[in-house]
């Protein structure tokens, strides 16, 4: 699935239009806050709650559709990724099974075929699939014991814990990738286990 197929799974009209809505109800209904500035001075700001999220743009329809964009792109290239990986005969699994993997994995049309599974240290997680996707949940000692060529690490604040508990993986050959660094790939060579050791 390219990219440009998945761009369609978002409709700008409908997720507009229900932005604008909510935004005008929580409008309403939230109450006006004080702020204390930094020269100690006080000052009545209406609707604080959304205060932040208006200065970081998330009210505003360019900033979502960079960010649809955004997310369009990373699904697009998490799925050649894996359909390249799975061609060449690279194993990969995943680590981090969250509510924002979710996302990310059901925008990309994913399932277990492609992403055979996705370790967590959540032992209510375990034996569970991601919602949408058949993709089943694994315990971190599954993860070491399949000996994946690379571990696509699905939130990045993640990556630190996971290679400290679970130094196996490299003991054994395996990568540690983040997948919001995965850019097109065109070769098979690229995710093969030899052509790393130049990196």
């Known amino acids: 699935m390219a990219v440009a197929t998945l761009a369609p799974a978002l409709n700008d009209d409908v997720d507009i239009l229900g932005l604008q809505r909510a935004q005008a109800a929580a409008e309403r209904l939230l109450p006006a806050c004080e702020r204390v500035g930094e020269d100690g001075s006080r000052l009545l700001v209406g609707f604080c709650e959304l205060a932040d999220e208006r200065s970081?743009?998330?009210?505003?329809?360019?900033?979502?559709r960079g960010l649809r964009g955004a997310a369009v792109r990373t699904a697009g290239q998490l799925r050649d990724y894996l359909s390249t990986a799975r061609a060449g005969g690279t194993r990969v699994l995943a680590y981090g099974a969250a509510?924002?993997?979710?996302?990310?994995?059901?925008?990309?049309?994913?399932?277990?075929?492609?992403?055979?599974g996705v370790a967590d240290v959540s032992p209510a997680k375990w034996g569970r699939r991601m919602p949408g996707t058949r993709i089943p949940v694994i315990t971190p000692a599954e993860l070491v014991?399949?000996?994946?060529?690379?571990?696509?690490?699905?939130?990045?604040?993640?990556?630190?814990?996971?290679?400290?508990?679970?130094?196996?993986?490299?003991?054994?050959?395996?990568r540690w990738v983040e997948v919001g660094t995965l850019g097109p790939v065109d070769r098979t060579d690229d995710l093969a286990p030899s052509a790393w050791s130049a990196s």
């Open 99 to 116: 509510s924002r993997a979710v996302a990310l994995l059901n925008l990309a049309g994913l399932d277990e075929r492609l992403l055979p």
């Open 145 to 174: 014991e399949r000996s994946p060529d690379v571990v696509l690490v699905l939130l990045p604040e993640l990556l630190p814990e996971a290679r400290a508990g679970l130094p196996g993986i490299e003991r054994a050959g395996g």
């Open 56 to 64: 970081e743009g998330v009210l505003d329809v360019a900033t979502l």
